[in-house]
Nanobody, 122 residues
Framework: QVQLVESGGGVVQAGGSLRLSCTAS????????MGWYRQAPGKQRELVAS???????TLVDSVKGRFTASRDNAKNTVSLQMNSLKPEDTAVYYC????????????????WGQGTQVTVSS
């Protein structure tokens, strides 16, 4: 089985920083796009960042200049460095990955982490 395990969430003051990380484990053939979503209470889940296997990252406009996405393919890990945090960034953050399994390389499966709470106080 494949698991995505997240870490790094917590409570910070506005202007502070957090670094989220997510590691995929299991019998994996390859990982394609990885990304981060977030969902605040009463709001739709939105894509915050995505990053290709080659390291090309795309960020939602609201976090550009503040967040940086990166990945380490050797460790099957994606990270999100969040600087200059604002109360509006408060949400549950979910790791996401498109994965081809070693046992079924013909199908791409969409996996999600369990979610980690990020709270930014004012």
């Amino acid at each position: 089985q494949v698991q995505l395990v997240e870490s790094g969430g917590g409570v910070v003051q506005a202007g502070g920083s957090l670094r989220l990380s997510c590691t995929a484990s299991g019998s994996i053939f390859s990982i394609n796009v990885m990304g981060w979503y977030r969902q605040a209470p009463g709001k739709q889940r939105e894509l915050v960042a995505s990053i290709t296997s080659g390291g090309s990252a795309t960020l939602v406009d609201s976090v550009k200049g503040r967040f940086t996405a990166s990945r380490d393919n050797a460790k099957n890990t994606v990270s999100l460095q969040m600087n200059s945090l604002k109360p509006e960034d408060t949400a549950v953050y979910y790791c996401n990955a498109d994965i081809q399994l070693a046992s079924n390389r013909r199908t791409v499966f969409h996996y999600w982490g369990q979610g980690t709470q990020v709270t930014v106080s004012s």
